[in-house]
């Protein structure tokens, strides 16, 4: 790059991020509507997503993908409260190593995170969109097949309804994520 320095490009390990219909979305008690609002970026591409009131306690939005290699893995979501006010994303393997961080979407946001090897920051970008970014160290995942999860409210033990708003998820092995950035292939 500019400074003379070979690096990692931007990338999003989520294929068909923003497709919450194709084969890699896993949907659990929830609904999601597409285009619903706007944007960070000004466009109506912030997707609508709702919990369902059967009071079943495990509600989320699984996306599915495989790393290249064990490293330090991030995550990161524009996301923005509706009725709900706390998300949580989690990263975990398909043995259900990994950690998650909780994010509280009202004021100047705030972050609660779980566990050692996992770190997790929140900024406030504009009309009530929160950049929520975690990351997971290499030692926490066991293999490279992954899950990006995410859970509205404390974790899915609550069986309460409620809906926030997500825009352009993207999972990558490095810390530079960049503003926008999904891939459909």
């Avoid at 497709?19 to 970026?41: K, Q, R």
């Avoid at 926008?180 to 292939?185: D, G, T």
Wanted: proline share 3%; net charge negative.
């Amino acid at each position: 790059d500019s400074d003379g320095l070979v690096k990692k490009s931007p990338h999003n390990l989520i294929g068909y991020s923003e497709d919450f219909s194709s084969s890699t979305t896993s949907l659990v008690n929830i609904t999601v509507t597409e285009n619903s609002i706007a944007a960070p970026d000004g466009t109506i591409t912030g997707a609508l997503i709702e919990r369902s009131s059967d009071g079943t306690a495990q509600r989320n939005l699984r996306k599915n993908f495989n790393v290249p290699y064990l490293q330090e893995t991030v995550a990161t979501y524009y996301l923005k409260a509706g009725t709900g006010t706390q998300a949580v994303i989690r990263l975990q393997d398909n043995t259900a190593q990994g950690g998650h961080v909780r994010f509280t979407l009202t004021g100047n946001g705030a972050i609660d995170s779980a566990s050692n090897n996992i770190k997790g920051s929140i900024e406030l970008v504009g009309d009530g969109w929160y950049k929520c970014i975690m990351s997971v160290n290499e030692t926490t995942l066991t293999t490279t097949s992954i899950q990006a999860i995410l859970f509205l409210s404390a974790y899915g033990n609550s069986t309460d309804p409620g809906s926030i708003y997500l825009w352009h998820p993207q999972v990558s092995q490095h810390t530079t994520c960049r503003q926008p950035l999904h891939q459909n292939h």
